[in-house]
T-cell receptor, first 111, second 116 residues
């Protein structure tokens, strides 16, 4: 099964609202990355947070990591219609030697 | 840089035919990944290379699938013979380095494969 699991599976909000997506994982990790995928396109990297970091910001994105709970959250503030996409977390574990992607959260931002 | 280039973008083939998907990674990137994405199974890592050498092919579903990377600028994923259940979007991705996973992966646009 996938290492990371996103929650919720789907999220629909109005433009201007904040969107929060969560990712839970099972084993210890070295870092966690968030990616976005627009319909019919490849994934695009958004942000990376290392296991010794608790929070990271990039523009309207805020990512938190709680290694004790094995979970991460992605917050998109002041959402825009262009933020409509699927969002995936990917966890990297040194023992596994590779990143594993979750099933993704589909975000719809209504104008 | 043009990014990761994949060809073809769409492939429709009949069951039993051989399918070859191609990928050109970003110049200077040492790692290359092949993924498959379906609604049922999500995004699956099939195989990845580092410095043209296959590191982990445990995600390759069966012997019908094979991948090669003859040089740093080209990789192929071959399915022979193809089956309807192979229908999916296949992504190629590359990253600067392999190792601690600190480097982001750059994804190509994908090849949408339909096997009838």
């Amino acid at each position: 099964s996938q290492q990371g699991e996103e929650d919720p599976q789907a999220l629909s909000i109005q433009e201007g609202e904040n969107a929060t997506m969560n990712c839970s994982y099972k084993t210890s990790i070295n870092n966690l990355q968030w990616y976005r995928q627009n319909s019919g396109r490849g994934l695009v990297h958004l942000i990376l947070i290392r296991s010794n970091e608790r929070e990271k910001h990039s523009g309207r994105l805020r990512v938190t990591l709680d290694t004790s709970k094995k979970s991460s959250s992605l917050l998109i503030t002041a959402s825009r219609a262009a933020d409509t996409a699927s969002y995936f977390c990917a966890t990297y574990n040194t023992n596994a030697g590779k990143s594993t992607f979750g099933d993704g959260t589909t975000l719809t931002v209504k104008p | 840089d043009a990014g990761v280039i994949q060809s073809p973008r769409h492939e429709v083939t009949e069951m039993g035919q051989e399918v070859t998907l191609r990928c050109k990674p970003i110049s200077g990137h040492n790692s290359l990944f092949w993924y498959r994405q379906t609604m049922m199974r999500g995004l699956e890592l099939l195989i990845y290379f580092n410095n043209n050498v296959p590191i982990d092919d445990s995600g390759m579903p069966e012997d019908r699938f094979s991948a090669k990377m003859p040089n740093a600028s080209f990789s192929t994923l071959k399915i022979q013979p193809s089956e309807p259940r192979d229908s999916a979007v296949y992504f190629c991705a590359s990253s600067l380095e392999f190792g601690q996973g600190d480097y982001e992966q750059y994804f190509g646009p994908g090849t949408r494969l339909t096997v009838t």
